[in-house]
């Protein structure tokens, strides 16, 4: 159902661009405990599902780790959030 799907990516999405590589951004991040195995990117813009953390503690990694991102944000999930994490590393890998 779309509730399922909704409520598998979490309460909150952090969502910003990184100025560097994106792989090491989800890296540490991952390192950090803050996202898990479906955090991913598609260009520049990385989005993390947050699950047990909130956002403040997954800004503070960010800071901590001293990756450079810009356009920061938080929202609710969406079903479009749901079909980028499904689709997100083939439209990667295509780009």
Request: glycine share 8%; proline share 3%; hydrophobic share 45%.
């Amino acid at each position: 159902s779309p509730q399922a799907l909704l409520a598998g990516l979490g309460k909150e999405i952090l969502e910003f661009r990184v100025d560097g590589s994106t792989e090491a951004a989800l890296s540490a991040l991952r390192s950090r405990g803050v996202a898990r195995g479906d955090a991913f990117a598609v260009g520049a813009r990385v989005t993390v599902p947050l699950h047990e953390h909130a956002a403040t503690e997954a800004v503070a990694v960010i800071d901590e780790e001293r990756l450079r991102v810009s356009e920061i944000a938080t929202r609710v999930p969406t079903l479009d959030d749901v079909y980028l994490q499904l689709t997100g590393a083939r439209i990667a890998e295509a780009a």
